[in-house]
């Protein structure tokens, strides 16, 4: 049974850094793609980043380019984001996601697993 657990959310101001983390357990992690969704009060779930189950590329939305940066370590079967330059936009509960043998971009329909979530908390 797959398994993904976030940590790393919290409340920060406005241009500070974080880092989440997912651990996965009961895949083969490194053949699995994994991604971050996010979801703010009122709004749908939107994909924020993905990487290749090769780890070889990545892919963001738009609104976080420049910003976020997801990384992996296989070894540890852990997928990372950080997040620097945090805007109150950013507000939502983050989600790890992933996918077998999966591409480096998600969509919601596409995803295989779901973790419980994390919440980021950005205050102006």
């Known amino acids: 049974q797959v398994q993904l657990v976030e940590s790393g959310g919290g409340l920060v101001q406005a241009g500070d850094s974080l880092r989440l983390s997912c651990a996965a357990s009961?895949?083969?992690?490194?053949?699995?793609?994994m991604g971050w969704f996010r979801q703010a009060p009122g709004k749908e779930r939107e994909f924020v980043a993905g990487?290749?189950?090769?780890?070889?590329?990545?892919y963001y939305a738009d609104s976080v380019i420049g910003r976020f940066t997801i990384s992996r370590d296989n070894a540890k079967n852990t997928v990372y984001l950080r997040m620097n330059s945090l805007k109150a936009e950013d507000t939502a509960v983050y989600y790890c996601v992933s996918r077998f043998r999966g591409g480096s971009y998600f969509s919601a329909s596409s995803v295989e697993h779901w973790g419980q979530g994390t919440q980021v908390t950005v205050s102006s």
């Open positions: 990487i290749h189950w090769s780890g070889g590329s990545t």
């Open positions: 009961g895949q083969t992690f490194s053949s699995y793609a």
